[in-house]
């Protein structure tokens, strides 16, 4: 698994400075090898410093396969039962995958006009690891849920099986609606996007292929021109990300995508959107 | 010091593995050796796929070379209670490591190493984590082995001749993978089929699932007199072989589009899609809920 591991860490630049700070903090006795087996702890300090994390599994949980068929596309879903969160407002939830290359998965930032923040998403998953779902609270307040998942290889696994193909539609982007939505209420819409999201890989002694890093790093939804979510993603999300959410049309309108990816190339779309019947 | 005496004892095993594999002659100069259906271990040496030669006037062809520098070897060895003929040609019909990872073993013989034009790229992808799960698997049995590299790249066809014995190569596009080639034997009309197709061990889809069903719909169109399977027996009959697997195929397809409809999630579809093959395959549990994945992420684009 190193030579994998090394090659998704040298390309995922964005989180190597995360990775140089965790691994200053590396040196341990022999004593604490049990427990430093964990990445949380450091995890956790390196992305949210010292502030308080509280346990919020009475209304998030994530939902996950215990055990995934392909790491390269473990579907997993950040649930939260409004009902058992009275006066809290969803504002960002960071998913972390603790033990991938980049662990920091994605960050999603909520407006207020959603209905339901529960978000579904698929990840690579590169090797047996627990997940956290951390959510801050518009008060400041965070919250956070955790998952188990054993997969490996989901990170260094081949991006693309028909490369070709990924080529030809790079960018492409589709919104899936259930059609039929009841008026005044919450619909899960689902948006895909074609791209690789490449995690890159060293340059091969023996074919000489070197295939740099590219992955979809932002992605900007809006209803009417108005933000709906924004998301901060990155390698390990999946081949074609996949970013399930609700929405809550009180009228007909358009809903807008803007993905920008990490070469810098911007991708665009709208739809209509019809009233609920 | 670990190191060293790593490399010792692995010289030590390989050294003492000289045994020949057991082949069959499934057609005149045809010999192929049965892989088991099974994962990689340290004793079957990766040898879980089929693996064989072919015999010209001048010179060998070998059609894949097993899932080790061992296994590789092995089957030089018993080309070598046949035939003292050249190995000139060193076919690989895709990248996966069951299939590659001997081409080592006839290295000093400087074969012409030939594969599909899109496999150097996608075995560049692939080949840490093939080696780092493969030595895993394997561990002593793997050392040595190294990632192919070949030069003869083939597009669309090709041809070789082994004096007096022409061999046609076909590329196909997407289909098991995106590098899969076939290897047609004109003197006995025998086809290797490469993993385009599985027999009794249950096709695994690394390509496209409906590129797979327009490859196995070209393939029936091929005069042949039977097929050597990826998987499988050494050899069966034509083209009735392809029946289970196009079926398995079918239905995965038709499944998945029908999960999609109804909009159920990836989850809900790796549950329920396929479960009436499951009696019909060898290792289903281990593989059908990743080629329902691959399919709904392909079919999910269709409109
Ligand atoms: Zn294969």
Redesign the interface.
Same mark, same amino acid.
């Given at each position: 698994? @190193?030579? $994998?591991r090394t /090659?998704c860490i040298g390309q995922a630049l964005s989180f190597l400075l995360l990775l140089v700070i965790l691994a200053v903090a590396a040196p341990r006795t022999a004593a604490a090898d049990e427990a430093s087996d964990d990445p949380w702890p450091d995890l956790q300090t390196a992305i949210f410093a010292d502030r308080q994390i509280a346990d919020g599994s009475s209304f998030m949980h994530l939902e996950a !396969?215990a055990r995934a068929?392909?790491a390269a =596309?473990v579907?997993l879903e950040i649930k939260f039962d409004p009902a058992q969160m009275p006066g809290l407002t969803v504002k960002t939830i960071t998913l972390v995958i603790d033990k991938n290359p980049a662990p920091v998965a994605a960050v999603f930032h909520l407006a207020a006009v959603m209905p339901d923040p529960s978000i %579904?998403t @698929?990840i690579r998953v590169n090797e047996y690891t627990n997940i956290h779902a951390v959510a801050e609270m518009t008060d400041g307040k965070l919250y956070m849920a955790k998952v188990f998942v054993k997969a490996a %290889?989901g990170c $260094? /696994?081949? /991006? =693309? *099986? +028909? !490369? /070709? #193909?990924a080529v030809a539609?790079l960018g #492409?982007m *589709?919104l899936k609606l !259930?059609p039929d939505a009841t008026a005044g209420q919450a619909r899960r819409a689902q948006l895909?996007i @074609?791209h690789p999201n490449f995690s890159g890989?060293?340059m091969?002694q =023996? +074919?000489r292929?070197y295939?740099p890093a590219k992955f979809i790093e932002a992605i900007d939804i809006t209803y009417d021109g108005k933000p709906l979510m924004s998301v901060e993603g990155n390698i390990s999300l999946s #081949?074609?990300p996949f970013i399930e959410f609700s929405l809550k049309p009180d009228q007909a309108g358009e809903m807008s995508v803007t993905a920008r990816d990490s070469d810098g190339a911007v991708f665009k779309k709208a739809w209509p959107v019809p009233a609920s019947s | 010091m670990i190191l060293l005496a790593g490399i010792w004892l692995g010289a030590t095993a390989a050294a003492a593995d000289d045994s020949a594999l057991t082949v069959t002659e499934i057609a005149p100069g045809i010999f192929v050796h049965q892989g088991v259906h099974a994962e990689a271990t340290p004793e079957n040496l990766g040898g879980i796929a089929n693996i064989g030669f072919i015999i010209g006037d001048d010179s060998i062809a070998v059609i894949d070379t097993g899932g080790s520098l061992r296994e590789g070897k092995a089957l030089l060895a018993a080309i070598r209670q046949i035939s003292p003929l050249p190995v000139r040609y060193v076919i690989n019909t895709h990248f996966h490591p069951d299939h590659i990872f001997g081409n080592g073993a006839f290295a000093a013989s400087h074969p012409e190493v030939i594969a599909h034009a899109n496999l150097p790229r996608s075995l560049a992808a692939r080949a840490g984590d093939y080696l780092a799960s493969a030595r895993s698997a394997m561990g002593q049995s793997f050392l040595g082995t190294e990632i192919p590299n070949p030069k003869r790249l083939v597009g669309k066809t090709d041809d070789i001749d082994l004096g007096h014995r022409r061999l046609h190569l076909t590329a196909f596009p997407p289909a098991h993978t995106d590098a899969d080639l076939t290897v047609y034997d004109e003197k006995t009309g025998t086809i290797f089929a490469g993993d385009l197709l599985f027999m009794e061990r249950i096709p695994s889809i690394d390509g496209s699932v409906l590129g797979w069903l327009k490859a196995i719909d070209k393939l029936r169109r091929v005069k042949a007199q039977r097929v050597v399977p990826g998987h499988g027996p050494v050899s069966a009959p034509w083209p009735a072989a392809l029946d289970d697997e196009e079926r398995y195929l079918f239905v995965i397809a038709t499944e998945t589009r029908k999960a999609l409809a109804n909009g159920e999630s990836l989850r809900q579809a790796t549950a329920t899609v396929g479960q009436s093959e499951r009696p019909n395959w060898q290792l289903f549990d281990a593989y059908n809920e990743r080629n329902v994945t691959a399919a709904y992420t392909e079919l999910e684009w269709e409109e």
């Amino acid at each position: 698994m @190193r030579l $994998s591991r090394t /090659a998704c860490i040298g390309q995922a630049l964005s989180f190597l400075l995360l990775l140089v700070i965790l691994a200053v903090a590396a040196p341990r006795t022999a004593a604490a090898d049990e427990a430093s087996d964990d990445p949380w702890p450091d995890l956790q300090t390196a992305i949210f410093a010292d502030r308080q994390i509280a346990d919020g599994s009475s209304f998030m949980h994530l939902e996950a !396969p215990a055990r995934a068929a392909d790491a390269a =596309v473990v579907p997993l879903e950040i649930k939260f039962d409004p009902a058992q969160m009275p006066g809290l407002t969803v504002k960002t939830i960071t998913l972390v995958i603790d033990k991938n290359p980049a662990p920091v998965a994605a960050v999603f930032h909520l407006a207020a006009v959603m209905p339901d923040p529960s978000i %579904g998403t @698929r990840i690579r998953v590169n090797e047996y690891t627990n997940i956290h779902a951390v959510a801050e609270m518009t008060d400041g307040k965070l919250y956070m849920a955790k998952v188990f998942v054993k997969a490996a %290889g989901g990170c $260094s /696994a081949p /991006a =693309v *099986k +028909t !490369p /070709a #193909e990924a080529v030809a539609h790079l960018g #492409e982007m *589709k919104l899936k609606l !259930p059609p039929d939505a009841t008026a005044g209420q919450a619909r899960r819409a689902q948006l895909m996007i @074609r791209h690789p999201n490449f995690s890159g890989m060293q340059m091969d002694q =023996v +074919t000489r292929y070197y295939i740099p890093a590219k992955f979809i790093e932002a992605i900007d939804i809006t209803y009417d021109g108005k933000p709906l979510m924004s998301v901060e993603g990155n390698i390990s999300l999946s #081949e074609n990300p996949f970013i399930e959410f609700s929405l809550k049309p009180d009228q007909a309108g358009e809903m807008s995508v803007t993905a920008r990816d990490s070469d810098g190339a911007v991708f665009k779309k709208a739809w209509p959107v019809p009233a609920s019947s | 010091m670990i190191l060293l005496a790593g490399i010792w004892l692995g010289a030590t095993a390989a050294a003492a593995d000289d045994s020949a594999l057991t082949v069959t002659e499934i057609a005149p100069g045809i010999f192929v050796h049965q892989g088991v259906h099974a994962e990689a271990t340290p004793e079957n040496l990766g040898g879980i796929a089929n693996i064989g030669f072919i015999i010209g006037d001048d010179s060998i062809a070998v059609i894949d070379t097993g899932g080790s520098l061992r296994e590789g070897k092995a089957l030089l060895a018993a080309i070598r209670q046949i035939s003292p003929l050249p190995v000139r040609y060193v076919i690989n019909t895709h990248f996966h490591p069951d299939h590659i990872f001997g081409n080592g073993a006839f290295a000093a013989s400087h074969p012409e190493v030939i594969a599909h034009a899109n496999l150097p790229r996608s075995l560049a992808a692939r080949a840490g984590d093939y080696l780092a799960s493969a030595r895993s698997a394997m561990g002593q049995s793997f050392l040595g082995t190294e990632i192919p590299n070949p030069k003869r790249l083939v597009g669309k066809t090709d041809d070789i001749d082994l004096g007096h014995r022409r061999l046609h190569l076909t590329a196909f596009p997407p289909a098991h993978t995106d590098a899969d080639l076939t290897v047609y034997d004109e003197k006995t009309g025998t086809i290797f089929a490469g993993d385009l197709l599985f027999m009794e061990r249950i096709p695994s889809i690394d390509g496209s699932v409906l590129g797979w069903l327009k490859a196995i719909d070209k393939l029936r169109r091929v005069k042949a007199q039977r097929v050597v399977p990826g998987h499988g027996p050494v050899s069966a009959p034509w083209p009735a072989a392809l029946d289970d697997e196009e079926r398995y195929l079918f239905v995965i397809a038709t499944e998945t589009r029908k999960a999609l409809a109804n909009g159920e999630s990836l989850r809900q579809a790796t549950a329920t899609v396929g479960q009436s093959e499951r009696p019909n395959w060898q290792l289903f549990d281990a593989y059908n809920e990743r080629n329902v994945t691959a399919a709904y992420t392909e079919l999910e684009w269709e409109e």
